[in-house]
């Protein structure tokens, strides 16, 4: 194992030009500015005899069983993390031949791990513990430098063909409510827009869904990172409520040579005078407005 360990290959750079969001309201266009991002900005964090948690932060505070004599890079793991918010994590920033070590992977991110060659040690926290190094990511806008190796490793060699699917977020993790959830998913469908669920499906047959997509209708930020499994030309259509739209999406999309365009559902709101949609878990919700979808479906360049 290097000695410097917070070493990193060279920072990738893509300068995001200024873009015309689809849908939204008459002041949808304010929300296109420009922005310069790097990877670089994603650095490891290095503490001695420090305390990692199993929700993958870390202190040089608190109780903790006697200190073990390992290093560590501590993860974001387990149920309540994405496949593709893992793998942008601290998965990307991990330096060669480092331990890992977090919450109980998810059968998702374990497959992963191993198509990666980083899960043989890993330690699985139920409590936090106290190690003799601990590296960790910290918290960055885009991936760690690693996000390309880690892409070229899960991709799949299966031919991109006119095929569609959509990324909906799952009620249990969504920022805000999806008032038309089934609506959306009913259209989505009538249209041959396959609506696949992540955490489901086996890795490679994941790999194999999205390297074939022509287009991916994402909505869910969370899996901003599958797209990096997508054919270089593929087409990316984000829908993001108004004034929340984030850069991952957009910064992966020029790295990887995707082609990305925003489309903006309503900004989100709370129903005073209603009750809140069927199965919601958090108050503020906002819609997709189906038929400007639609419109912008049928002509994505």
């Not at 497959?111 to 699985?124: C, N, P, S």
């Not at 806008?141 to 977020?169: F, M, Q, W, Y």
């Not at 089934?182 to 086996?202: D, G, H, N, Y």
Request: with cysteine; hydrophobic share 45%.
């Amino acid at each position: 194992m290097p000695d410097d360990l917070t070493s990193s290959p060279p920072p990738v750079r893509a300068t995001l030009v200024p873009f015309t969001p689809r849908g939204g309201s008459k002041w949808a266009h304010r929300f296109g500015w420009a922005k310069t991002v790097s990877v670089g900005g994603a650095d490891v964090v290095r503490l001695e005899s420090a305390v990692a948690r199993p929700d993958g932060t870390v202190t040089q505070d608190g109780p903790a069983p006697d200190m073990r004599d390992e290093i560590v890079f501590t993860l974001s793991a387990g149920e309540i993390v994405s496949l593709g918010r893992f793998l942008l994590g601290g998965l990307a920033s991990v330096p060669p031949g480092t331990i890992c070590c977090g919450a109980a992977l998810t059968a998702r991110q374990a497959e992963a791990m191993r198509k990666l060659g980083v899960f043989a040690g890993y330690i699985t926290l139920s409590a936090p513990a106290r190690f003799r190094t601990v590296l960790a990511a910290a918290p960055a806008d885009v991936p760690g430098p690693h996000i390309k190796g880690i892409a070229e490793r899960l991709r799949s060699n299966t031919p991109k063909t006119d095929a569609a699917v959509a990324i909906l977020p799952p009620r249990e993790t969504e920022r805000f409510a999806l008032t038309n959830r089934a609506s959306l998913t009913a259209w989505l469908r009538a249209r041959k827009i396959t609506v696949i669920e992540p955490e489901t499906m086996q890795l490679d047959a994941l790999a194999d869904c999205l390297a074939a997509a022509g287009t991916v209708v994402l909505a869910d930020p969370e899996q901003s990172g599958l797209i990096t499994l997508c054919s270089p030309g593929a087409k990316i259509l984000e829908i993001a409520p108004e004034g929340w739209l984030g850069v991952q999406a957009r910064w992966l999309a020029e790295v990887f040579g995707l082609r990305w365009t925003a489309f903006f559902a309503a900004a989100p709101g709370y129903p005073l005078l209603g009750d809140l949609p069927f199965g919601a878990l958090v108050p503020l919700s906002y819609d997709v407005p189906i038929r400007a979808l639609g419109k912008t479906l049928d002509t994505l360049d």
